[in-house]
């Protein structure tokens, strides 16, 4: 029960081993799940419990390489997270799709799981580009999941070939708590997906307010994309959205450069420095574009 996007069989090497796998010579999922992922993926700690206790391996996996571990944190059931970590389960274990317990944690929402991966070892970066924790937290508009792996050291501007950076990522499907809190932590408002800004992807979406909170933070307006068109020739015209990007092309003004060259300082550290620096509530609320 993994995400389907970005699919990639993995390169196995060596043989593959009873303890691991409940049923070698059946691929499919459906044959090999066993009860003890069915707990996980249920939340049934007492189940899980007794089950090792049996004999079961709490790292056994399917044929596409799912954990009890994997299907816990899909299911964002931090008890059990909790108790399969402490039994041994393997932190970074990938399926063939790539996807790490972070990952799934990440897909859920589950900020109880991320940390408990966190804690224990998990690394923030994910194995593999095709299945990034980050990217899919940012996706799907789990903003305390994506801060939680900032603070332990995920990129902020992480670019992956097809899929841009986490704030093109944000910016794609219109999760604005996500922009904001990328955007306010420092991320790079200009990086593109194939020549493609996020002000581009933002603009084709006709999500004026999103535009608005680009342009705010430094979005170039004068960026082409591969067909060599400006955010704004992406308009509709004499909308309000045209008007909006006609109004900000040209030189920046002084207040906009104080703030935008204030916030380039402040850089990765600006989710903690605004509200700690000794400075007027006024001027904090200035830079956080309150």
């Given at each position: 029960m993994t995400e389907n996007e970005n699919r990639q069989p993995e390169a196995t090497g060596g043989g593959l081993?009873?303890?691991?796998?409940?049923?070698?010579?059946?691929?499919?999922?459906?044959?090999?799940?066993?009860?003890?992922?069915?707990?996980?993926?249920?939340?049934?700690?007492?189940?899980?419990?007794?089950?090792?206790?049996q004999g079961h391996g709490v790292n056994l996996l399917t044929m596409n390489r799912v954990s009890p571990l994997h299907e816990a944190c899909l299911g964002g059931h931090a008890t059990c997270v909790k108790y399969l970590l402490e039994q041994g389960a393997k932190v970074d274990a990938a399926?063939?799709?790539?996807?790490?317990?972070?990952?799934?944690?990440?897909?859920?929402?589950?900020?109880?799981?991320?940390?408990?991966?966190?804690?224990?070892?998990?690394?923030?970066?994910?194995q593999c580009a095709l299945a990034s924790p980050i990217h899919i937290a940012a996706k799907r508009g789990h903003t305390k999941c994506m801060t939680t792996l900032l603070n332990h050291g995920a990129l902020i501007d992480y670019n992956v070939t097809h899929l841009g950076t986490p704030l093109y990522v944000a910016c794609e499907n219109q999760q604005m708590d996500c922009v904001k809190t990328l955007l306010n932590s420092g991320a790079n408002v200009n990086t593109s997906k194939n020549l493609e800004s996020p002000l581009h992807v933002a603009t084709k979406n006709l999500d004026t307010q999103?535009?608005?909170?680009?342009?705010?933070?430094?979005?170039?307006?004068d960026a082409k994309n591969a067909e060599g068109k400006r955010p704004v020739e992406l308009s509709l015209p004499n909308s309000s959205l045209e008007k909006l990007l006609l109004q900000w092309e040209g030189p920046l003004s002084?207040?906009?450069?104080?703030?935008?060259?204030?916030?380039?300082?402040?850089?990765?550290?600006?989710?903690?420095?605004?509200?700690?620096?000794?400075?007027?509530?006024?001027?904090?609320?200035?830079?956080?574009?309150?």
């Open positions: 081993y009873r303890e691991y796998i409940s049923n070698p010579l059946m691929s499919d999922t459906a044959s090999d799940w066993s009860p003890l992922h069915d707990a996980a993926i249920h939340g049934r700690l007492c189940s899980l419990q007794q089950l090792i206790s399926t063939i799709d790539w996807n790490t317990p972070l990952y799934n944690a990440c897909y859920s929402g589950s900020e109880a799981c991320v940390n408990l991966l966190l804690q224990n070892g998990a690394v923030p970066q994910g999103l535009v608005n909170l680009l342009l705010e933070h430094g979005a170039d307006t002084l207040k906009q450069l104080c703030r935008l060259y204030i916030g380039k300082c402040l850089g990765y550290s600006r989710p903690i420095s605004v509200s700690k620096l000794s400075i007027p509530q006024q001027l904090k609320d200035f830079l956080c574009y309150r």
